[in-house]
C-alpha cells in the first residue's frame, strides 16, 4: 500500500502531466494556425509524450493500491510570438517540470518509498533527455535568428519526428 502522502504527491504530478500535454497541444495547434506543419508536429508529439507520462504514473499508482484522482486542468497560453518564444516557454517548462520530479524523489526518500524512488529513476533520466531537447531547439532557433530558409529547413525536420511509446508503457 501506498502512503497518503505519496499518493497526493502522484496525484499533483499527474495533473501536471495532463497540465504539460495540455500546453504542448496548444502549441501545435498555434503554430498550426501559422502554417509551421513541423513546428506543429514537434509540438503535438510532445503532447502525446505528456499523455503517456500521466498514464505511467496512474499505472503505478493503481499496482500499489492507490486511487487515482482526476483533477480540473488549468487554463494554458494560446499565443507565441515566435518559435523561439515557444522553445523557451518550453525550456522553462520543463525546468519546471525537473524540479517536480526532483521533489517527489526527495519525498520518496523521506517516505522511505524505494519503489517510488525507482519508479522515478526513469522520469529523472526522461527530463535530462527533456531538457537537453529544448535547450538544443532554442540554441538552433536563436543561431537561425530572422533567416526564413533556415526556419523552413527547421520546421521540415521538426516535421518528421515520430512519437514511440515509453518504456514504461511498452506492452501494455
Known amino acids: 500500500m501506498i502512503s497518503n502522502k505519496i499518493q497526493d504527491a502522484l496525484n499533483e504530478?499527474?495533473?501536471a502531466e495532463l497540465w504539460s500535454a495540455y500546453l504542448y497541444l496548444s502549441m501545435g495547434m498555434h503554430f498550426e494556425a501559422e502554417g509551421c506543419k513541423g513546428l506543429a508536429n514537434w509540438f503535438k508529439v510532445q503532447f502525446k509524450e505528456?499523455?503517456?507520462h500521466a498514464?505511467?504514473?496512474m499505472n503505478y499508482l493503481n499496482s500499489r493500491g492507490g486511487r487515482v484522482v482526476l483533477k480540473a486542468i488549468d487554463a494554458v497560453e494560446t499565443k507565441w510570438d515566435?518559435?523561439?518564444?515557444?522553445?523557451?516557454?518550453?525550456?522553462a517548462h520543463e525546468q519546471k517540470v525537473t524540479a517536480m520530479i526532483n521533489n517527489l524523489y526527495a519525498l520518496a526518500m523521506d517516505e522511505h518509498d524505494y519503489a517510488t524512488r525507482g519508479k522515478l529513476d526513469w522520469f529523472v533520466s526522461e527530463q535530462v533527455e527533456e531538457e537537453e531537447t529544448a535547450r538544443d531547439l532554442v540554441d538552433r532557433l536563436k543561431l537561425i535568428g530572422n533567416d526564413g530558409l533556415a526556419l523552413y529547413t527547421l520546421d521540415q525536420e521538426?516535421?518528421?519526428?515520430t512519437y514511440n511509446?515509453?518504456?514504461p508503457l511498452a506492452g501494455k
Not at 82 to 91: D, I, Q, R, V, W
Not at 158 to 161: D, F, K, M, S, T
Open 55 to 57: 498514464e505511467i504514473f
Open 165 to 167: 511509446v515509453p518504456s
Open 82 to 91: 515566435s518559435p523561439l518564444a515557444a522553445f523557451e516557454a518550453t525550456l
Open 50 to 52: 505528456e499523455q503517456a
Open 158 to 161: 521538426l516535421g518528421a519526428r
Open 13 to 15: 504530478q499527474i495533473n
